[in-house]
């Protein structure tokens, strides 16, 4: 097989060796693909290894030896799915490999918020510390989380992770789940719907997909019913925020303060309203990125390849 990767930098920067895709077949790797190169640098090739390189029905068209795409992520929102099924192309995408990961993630958002860490090393590196003449100092609202509700939106494998980890520290856990879930087996833990967790938690935490029927979900009006000193955190998409409305909301209080490793337009535009907003922790989608995820997900790419390979594709999502 011959094995193009448009766009290898964010799995392997250097850390991460290509050495179970590249024992299948000749392979060769691109660390990032303009749109505009695409056709050219797939062209000939079997296989194409996609992250966030979109592949559509035309240029489906113009790449006649295409048998098979590994996308390497769990999203696969990148390919037109319906064409490559229409020219019998298997699409495959990696389901699960970075649970832990983000859920570690966003509990590291959650006590960052609660306790300002990398704040107070940097007022200590000032001298803060020195000049308050006091033997503790700090200068931020402190939390601690034991009692307090956390409100998970989504409720799959990441999110009842995290719900064990918050569990894990004496937090009360609610969780909406658009289709039914088992009880996770720990207490106190409640369904509610999503009006409810934005209306009554402490932490509203998104894990959910997004969609063409949510993008945008968490609006002015859901933001505005959060109470007094709630704090917000979105490890998901960034396009399931009304970004003004929440950098809006930040600026009136409520929440309190907020954390997100994601934006709807990525890597974020200089224009984005959040980035002028007060309270609030950005990073750069970087949850998923543990060199242990990566290397999951690595193997879970060669696999797909192997498994298209023997005439029995797994992983297929068309």
Not at 92 to 106: E, H, M
Not at 233 to 261: F, H, Q, S, Y
Not at 277 to 300: D, K, S
């Amino acid at each position: 097989m011959r094995i193009v990767a448009l766009d290898g930098h964010t799995l392997n920067p250097g850390d991460n060796p290509w050495a179970p895709v590249e024992a299948l077949g000749e392979f060769v790797v691109y660390d990032k693909t303009p749109d505009e190169l695409v056709v050219e640098r797939a062209l000939g090739f079997d296989v194409i290894l996609t992250n966030k390189v979109p592949l559509t029905a035309d240029i489906f068209d113009q790449l006649p030896d295409l048998k098979f795409v590994s996308v390497t992520a769990t999203g696969y929102n990148v390919v037109d799915v319906e064409a490559a099924r229409a020219r019998s192309i298997p699409v495959s995408n990696i389901p699960v490999y970075g649970t832990d990961s983000v859920a570690q993630y966003t509990l590291a958002l959650l006590l960052e918020l609660c306790h300002n860490v990398g704040h107070h090393d940097l007022r200590v590196h000032e001298g803060g510390w020195q000049e308050s003449g006091y033997w503790s100092f700090w200068d931020t609202p402190l939390t601690e989380l034991a009692g307090k509700t956390l409100g998970l939106v989504g409720f799959g494998r990441i999110g009842q992770r995290v719900g064990q980890l918050a569990h894990a520290f004496g937090m009360e856990v609610w969780a909406y789940a658009p289709s039914p879930k088992d009880d996770p087996g720990y207490a106190p833990f409640s369904f509610k719907s999503v009006e409810e967790i934005f209306a009554g938690a402490d932490v509203v935490s998104l894990h959910c997909p997004q969609t063409a029927s949510n993008a945008g979900f968490v609006n002015a009006e859901l933001l505005s019913s959060m109470k007094d000193g709630a704090l917000f955190i979105n490890t998901a998409r960034g396009g399931l925020v009304d970004e003004a409305a929440l950098a809006d909301a930040l600026r009136a209080g409520k929440p309190r303060a907020a954390a997100t490793d994601v934006a709807s337009t990525e890597p974020i535009g200089d224009d984005n309203p959040l980035l002028g907003a007060p309270n609030l922790i950005m990073t750069p989608h970087m949850a998923w990125a543990t060199v242990e995820a990566r290397g999951r997900l690595m193997q879970m790419t060669a696999d797909n390849i192997a498994a298209f390979g023997r005439g029995e594709p797994i992983n297929v999502v068309n």
